[in-house]
């Protein structure tokens, strides 16, 4: 037993030792394949993963962390016992990191943050650290971290957030109002489109009530604290208006578009409301209704004149105009036109002072650009009168707005103001009036090129030069006034027949015209002197020019003749000669007159001189007025040599309507074509009316070419005149009980009722785009109505028009003429102790005898012997002379120069010229003074002509 017990005790200690090794090797080959299991998993995750000792040393590392921070190399085992400090930038970083850690591991028992981390080449990476104790029991135990790249979200989260900086900027920066209200209806985002137009700031109304700044129709004033469902209500439907409250209280027109936006749940969030300001516009779109409008009314106007007269009460709704004035440039300097309204007694003041400022160049530098200016007058002593003007007596500054006509980059005319508005005129007004004055710009230009071009063609019209038109043939086609005086035959005897019949050049004419027809048809001119034979008359020298006339395809298609009478140039040649001797003569003439008149005056002096110390029965006094009517007889004579017939200018005379239709007829004819007959029935004495031939002869032109236009295949254009008692329609029982009426009637097409309504319209047309403007029929309108009548249309489609134009008879009193004036006498001077005269005259003995002359009438005398020396004196004696005695022709500086510089140093300054010459000769006297005495000069005519200057000048 006891052999028994002590062979069992080796083997069951052998079986256990088996046994053992068998457990610890099963055991061991369980730990490597855990072993090799974790480090699969190790290996394979994505996320770098190391083993930290206390240290803070890599005890472990698996190969996505090698790859995070040392791609090059093929093993880890070189980051093994590496301390974690060398993948942080600087020392300081990784001491804040530890801490950090440490402390937030301590309370929650784990650390993550975001960290920037250096790998092995020096490259920044943007890593996720999450960090967890081995044994949270024991501190010792060391720590687990992992690593995750997240440069890439970095990146992603960097672009999401300038993304929507973006958003927010274009929000912010967008030309549209954008706004957000939230589900309690409190404003949430206010950009600065709607802080531009409401002056509020973001800061002021964000978390403000929606409806305390906005506003919707009559239901927006019980909406004091708004609701969600309310500011629905008032945003809907998406496309409204609503009316914003700026900062000012200005209420401000936005079209509103809103979005609704919802959460997750369906609810509403809040709202997106994107907006735009029509505030602006529509100002903008009724400023431009006006001027439209401005522009209609001004449209039957025919002169600049009739425009400035019709502006106040077109101007006045906007400005509330007391008076309105328009300077219009002429070839030197801007002269003023009009003053429409009621002229009150302050104005002749004002004028003074307007014209002032318009001619002063900063003003007009500044209207050249184009801009009105606002100008207030401070220094001038006519302040008052403009301020009682304006109706405020208290201002002390009062405001004129100047507003510029530019015509062609050209400043052409100017408008002025006076109003009460313009003391506080706004940017926008000023913006309005240079856009009125574009407008007036435009019609001011027309009215001025429709001047022009009757002047041109009253000029063509009056030509010494024939002109005929033909065709290849040589048929007349047209042929000007001149050529039918010429001729001594009317148009219609002309038209069609062949120019070589009518014309006969020489003694060879056909083969005369044969060589012209070879030079132009080789593009040559022909000019040559020829020699006309006309029946029973005798030979006529002419220059005759043949020019082609080629159409736009550039085929030859007419002839231009144009004649010349040679006869009247030859004599002008031999008058010319002889005006060369008579000039001659003239001026020798001139200079012994002038001496004369001279030696005259000192005669005529002295012998005044005389008689005023003489008794009336002194025979001596008989011998002196004798010797003083020879002077006088002698003065006649020098003025006759010198005096020479002026041209008056004709002024429009009451017309006989039918007379003066009948010298258009011609003109009609040629201009309407051969296709339309005109027939005329025109009643004999009738009574006169008020209309300017001009005028009359446009209407009937414009009424004879829109028939004419209505007759595109032909037809009959019929005029007539006649008396009539009754009045036209509408004005039955006008005062006016007798009419002269003109009828023009015409076969054409036409027209609807719906095209009878606007006729009269301006640029109102039927026709096709460029070929016609619209203004003939309202132009007549306007020339109709201005003389106190009217013109009535009938027409039906297919059957023609009738126009009847009623001017009223108009009759004169007997002995009487509308162009009788009545002369105000001058007021009388004012009272003075001593008025001093600057007597300027080069001739001694003239200046001692003038002197003595105005000594003798109680005048104070600084004679000077040219106009030098009286610069000189008036500089000397600080410009105390009241008036100024000048002869006009004296050496070194004449009397002319001497006033024109004397005038800038003392504008006011009044002139008296004096002069051998008579006031014809002196044209440039008009530029510097009205007042002129031919010598010789009576003591009483040179007193009584002094004190009226005196007179005008202080009125």
Same mark, same amino acid.
């Given at each position: ?117 250096? $790998? ?23 720590? @687990? ?230 100008? $207030? ?26 507003? !510029? ?287 300017? !031939? ?40 006008? !005062? ?7 009828? @023009? ?211």
């Amino acid at each position: 037993m006891a052999m028994l017990q002590s062979l069992l005790v080796p083997c069951t200690i052998a079986a256990i030792r088996v046994r053992r090794e068998e457990e610890n090797r099963m055991a061991q080959e369980k730990l490597e394949k855990a072993q090799t299991r974790y480090r699969a998993i190790l290996r394979s995750t994505p996320h770098g993963l190391c083993m930290l000792t206390p240290n803070w040393e890599i005890s472990f590392a698996n190969h996505a962390f090698h790859m995070l921070f040392d791609p090059d190399l093929t093993t880890t085992h070189d980051v093994i016992g590496t301390s974690l400090e060398a993948l942080f930038p600087v020392h300081e970083d990784f001491e804040t990191f530890v801490a950090q850690a440490q402390a937030e591991m301590e309370e929650v028992g784990r650390y993550c943050c975001d960290i920037t981390l250096v $790998r092995r080449s020096g490259a920044q990476i943007q890593v996720e650290i999450s960090i967890v104790p081995l044994d949270p029991k024991r501190a010792e135990g060391g720590y @687990v971290a992992t690593f995750t790249d997240v440069t890439q979200r970095a990146i992603q989260t960097e672009a999401l957030r300038r993304e929507r900086d973006f958003s927010r900027m274009i929000v912010d920066t967008a030309n549209v109002l954008v706004f957000v209200v939230d589900r309690t209806g409190r404003i949430r985002r206010f950009n600065r489109s709607c802080e531009a137009v409401s002056g509020w700031r973001a800061e002021d109304v964000l978390g403000m009530n929606f409806c305390a700044l906005f506003l919707r129709g009559d239901e927006d004033a019980a909406l004091s604290s708004a609701t969600l469902d309310e500011v629905l209500h008032a945003l809907f439907p998406t496309n409204g208006e609503l009316t914003l409250i700026s900062r000012t209280g200005e209420p401000r027109v936005i079209r509103c578009k809103s979005s609704v936006q919802v959460d997750k749940d369906g609810q509403v969030a809040h709202v997106i409301c994107i907006g735009e300001d029509l505030t602006e516009s529509r100002r903008e779109a009724a400023d431009q209704r006006e001027l439209g409008e401005l522009a209609m009314a001004l449209a039957p106007c025919q002169s600049v004149a009739e425009m400035a007269a019709e502006l106040p009460s077109l101007l006045f709704r906007r400005w509330e105009i007391s008076h309105v004035f328009l300077w219009s440039r002429d070839p030197f300097s801007f002269e003023f036109v009009l003053e429409a309204a009621t002229l009150p007694q302050p104005l002749n003041d004002v004028m003074a002072v307007l014209s002032d400022l318009v001619k002063q160049d900063e003003l007009l530098s500044q209207l050249t650009a184009g801009d009105a200016i606002l100008k $207030r007058v401070r220094e001038h002593a006519d302040v008052a009168s403009i301020a009682s003007l304006l109706g405020d007596a208290k201002t002390t500054s009062p405001a004129i707005l100047f507003i !510029p006509l530019i015509v062609r980059d050209s400043l052409s005319a100017i408008v002025g103001i006076l109003s009460p508005s313009c003391q506080h005129l706004t940017v926008r007004d000023l913006d309005y009036a240079r856009r009125t004055g574009i407008v007036l710009a435009r019609i001011y230009e027309r009215l001025r090129t429709a001047e022009t071009n009757n002047l041109l063609t009253a000029a063509v019209a009056q030509s010494p030069e024939a002109i005929v038109l033909t065709d290849r043939q040589w048929r007349v086609y047209y042929a000007n006034p001149a050529f039918e005086g010429l001729l001594g035959q009317g148009t219609e005897k002309l038209l069609g027949r062949n120019i070589r019949e009518i014309l006969p050049l020489g003694d060879l004419p056909i083969e005369n015209y044969k060589r012209y027809e070879e030079s132009l048809h080789a593009d040559r001119a022909v000019f040559e002197n020829v020699c006309f034979h006309f029946p029973g008359r005798p030979a006529v020298d002419m220059r005759l020019g043949i020019t082609p006339i080629y159409s736009p395809s550039g085929r030859l298609q007419y002839f231009r003749l144009s004649l010349i009478d040679l006869t009247r140039q030859l004599e002008m040649e031999r008058l010319l000669q002889r005006s060369q001797r008579m000039e001659a003569l003239g001026y020798l003439a001139g200079g012994i007159a002038h001496d004369f008149n001279n030696l005259l005056h000192i005669a005529t002096g002295y012998t005044q001189l005389a008689l005023r110390f003489a008794n009336p029965n002194d025979a001596v006094r008989e011998q002196l007025e004798g010797i003083q009517r020879v002077i006088r007889r002698g003065a006649a004579l020098t003025n006759q040599l010198l005096t020479f017939s002026k041209a008056q200018i004709a002024e429009p005379a009451l017309l006989d309507l039918s007379h003066q239709v009948e010298q258009s007829l011609q003109l009609i004819r040629r201009v309407i074509g051969e296709d339309i007959v005109v027939e005329a029935d025109l009643a004999k004495d009738l009574p006169t009316v008020l209309l300017t !031939p001009a005028h009359l002869d446009q209407v009937v032109m414009n009424l004879a070419l829109n028939a004419r236009d209505a007759m595109p295949s032909g037809g009959t254009l019929r005029i007539t005149s006649e008396l009539s008692f009754h009045g036209p329609p509408g004005r039955e029982q006008d !005062p006016a009980s007798r009419w002269v009426v003109l009828s @023009v009637s015409d076969t054409g097409l036409g027209m609807s009722p719906e095209t009878l309504e606007h006729i009269f319209e301006p640029f109102f047309t039927t026709k096709g785009v460029g070929q016609g403007t619209g203004l003939g029929l309202s132009t007549v309108y306007g020339i109709v109505k201005q003389a106190g009548g009217e013109i009535t249309v009938d027409s039906q489609l297919g059957k023609g028009t009738t126009f009847r134009v009623f001017l009223p008879v108009v009759e004169i009193a007997p002995n009487k003429s509308p162009a009788d004036e009545t002369v105000m006498p001058s007021p009388p001077p004012p009272e003075k102790e001593a008025i001093t005269v600057l007597l300027v005259e080069d001739d001694p003995d003239v200046r001692a005898l003038t002197r003595l002359m105005l000594l003798s009438r109680g005048y104070a005398v600084i004679p000077a012997e040219n106009g030098r020396v009286a610069l000189d004196m008036m500089s000397k004696m600080n410009g105390n002379v009241d008036i100024v005695l000048s002869d006009v022709v004296m050496p070194e500086m004449g009397g002319l120069e001497f006033g024109r510089v004397c005038r800038q140093l003392h504008p006011d300054l009044p002139f008296v010229y004096i002069s051998g010459y008579p006031a014809t000769e002196m044209e440039q006297l008009a530029t510097v003074t009205p007042h002129f005495l031919a010598k010789p000069i009576e003591a009483e005519e040179l007193d009584r002509k002094l004190r009226l200057a005196l007179s005008l000048a202080n009125f």
